[in-house]
């Protein structure tokens, strides 16, 4: 008996030795990688704000039914197409300069480009907003333009203001911001709908959600760009805006083109079938891409700044950073997406409720295009290797291709799943095409520089 407890206690004393061994390389690991160090602190924050998320969506989905749901599709569709534009993508260079004071004026010119179209667009929808929504069949949004604006200038300014986190790699802040976010946006929803304020409860509880955080960001940087006001360079503005002159000329008819592809499901789905199949294919997709989502969007913006950083400084590094970082992103995604699609079906009307029941049918159509878009989007910087044509050409070819795509189905008359499978098809190839573009492009770089991939 003693020698079976003497050999249990050596076990234990082995399996402790083993995991604080572990756990010492772990921390060792993260501590000398800092894109790895990035991941796991937003990560970390994003995970936990998605789990929150998860929590409260089978609340929400008995509170509000797919049809309201859908109505909430298609204004974040809007919006998000609108945001594209709100800076002319100047917040994208904000991580760039060497110089602390030549981003600061990037940021001042990026947060006076979302103010002036802000305002534009208020003016807009107040003289041409019922002409609009009638044209375009939206004419639910008619209630909402005030909302439509104030959700564009505070998503647009938070975005803003994470790029500039980014480039002091506050990632904490971040991390809190978006926990903030999750519990905000999800407990307005439950409270504007117990009060039965039906869409307008939906999207100002989204709105709210996704706007907190602007004064955690905003608290330091915010008060030092006031005082550069004072001793303000007009000329530099316009030298920065010009050297940069690339993103709003390429980067933002890039992207504009890119959300377009993206949003034309829901506002396609919507037109042609209705706000209640819209709102079940927004569930299904939200719910398919939230596994690989609790780091997608981390990666991508941790990813952006410590590859900029490589390549200002080590170049030669940059095309075995993207290789890996996609193989990893492989990996992890494809499993997680395939096992949730094929299970969707039957644990969709347990979870959500009996009145989503047939959201589950979008999901294996959807599975192989949001692993590609998973891998891909989150590693994609053609802007940064000043291939920002190529991105241009790209997304306005895909454009085409998934139009074309909903024109022929809509011409032959296809059904919801079909259609999807029409879309998701054209979505995985042209994400493929991407992935091939960026590696050549670092490797023309590499080539124009005389480096050898390291």
């Known amino acids: 008996m003693k020698r079976k407890t003497d050999q249990a206690r050596t076990f234990i004393d082995g399996l402790k030795k083993r995991v604080n061994s572990l756990h010492v390389a772990i921390l060792s690991r993260i501590s000398t990688d800092p894109l790895l160090k990035g991941i796991v602190i937003i990560g970390s924050g994003t995970a936990a704000a998605q789990v929150l998320g998860i929590v409260f969506v089978p609340v929400l989905t008995r509170i509000y039914p797919p049809a309201i749901y859908g109505t909430l599709a298609v204004f974040t569709s809007l919006l998000s197409i609108l945001?594209?534009?709100?800076?002319?993508?100047?917040?994208?260079?904000?991580?760039?300069?060497?110089?602390?004071?030549?981003?600061?004026?990037?940021?001042?010119?990026?947060?006076f480009i979302v103010c002036t179209l802000t305002i534009i667009l208020f003016i807009i929808l107040t003289i041409y907003g019922d002409f609009l929504a009638g044209i375009f069949h939206f004419e639910f949004v008619r209630p909402y333009y005030w909302l439509f604006c104030l959700g564009f200038f505070g998503i647009s300014v938070y975005q803003i203001l994470t790029y500039w986190t980014l480039r002091s790699k506050d990632y904490m802040t971040i991390t809190r911001t978006r926990i903030a976010q999750s519990i905000s946006g999800s407990v307005s929803k439950i409270i504007l709908g117990i009060l039965s304020f039906g869409s307008f409860g939906l999207i100002c509880g989204e709105i709210i959600g996704r706007m907190v955080g602007i004064g955690t960001l905003g608290k330091t940087i915010l008060p030092k760009i006031w005082q550069t006001m004072h001793d303000f360079d007009q000329k530099k503005v316009k030298t920065l805006a010009y050297q940069y002159r690339k993103f709003?000329?390429?980067?933002?008819?890039?992207?504009?083109?890119?959300?377009?592809?993206?949003?034309?499901?829901?506002?396609?789905?919507?037109?042609?079938?209705?706000?209640?199949?819209?709102?079940?294919?927004?569930?299904?997709?939200?719910?398919?891409?939230?596994?690989?989502?609790?780091i997608s969007g981390s990666i991508a913006q941790v990813f952006y700044g410590e590859s900029s950083e490589v390549f200002r400084q080590r170049s030669g590094e940059i095309l075995s950073l993207y290789q890996k970082t996609t193989k990893k992103l492989f990996l992890f995604g494809a499993p997680l997406i395939f096992t949730g699609a094929?299970?969707?079906?039957?644990?969709?009307?347990?979870?959500?409720?009996s009145a989503w029941k047939d959201a589950g049918m979008f999901a294996l159509p959807l599975s192989i295009m949001i692993i590609s878009q998973f891998v891909v989007s989150s590693t994609d910087r053609l802007e940064l290797y000043g291939f920002n044509h190529w991105e241009l050409a790209w997304n306005i070819s895909r454009t085409v291709l998934v139009l074309s795509g909903f024109y022929l189905s809509s011409f032959f008359a296809l059904p919801p799943v079909p259609t999807v499978m029409v879309f998701s098809s054209i979505m995985t190839g042209m994400y493929a095409v991407n992935y091939v573009l960026n590696i050549k492009a670092i490797r023309q770089v590499l080539k124009n520089k005389g480096t050898t991939p390291g």
């Open 342 to 353: 094929i299970i969707s079906p039957l644990v969709f009307p347990l979870i959500f409720g």
């Open 248 to 294: 709003p000329a390429f980067s933002m008819p890039a992207s504009f083109i890119n959300e377009i592809s993206l949003q034309v499901p829901t506002l396609f789905i919507s037109a042609v079938f209705g706000f209640q199949i819209v709102g079940l294919y927004a569930l299904t997709y939200s719910m398919l891409v939230l596994p690989v989502s609790l």
């Open 83 to 111: 945001i594209v534009a709100a800076s002319f993508r100047y917040e994208l260079t904000l991580p760039l300069p060497e110089k602390d004071d030549d981003a600061e004026y990037l940021l001042i010119l990026s947060l």
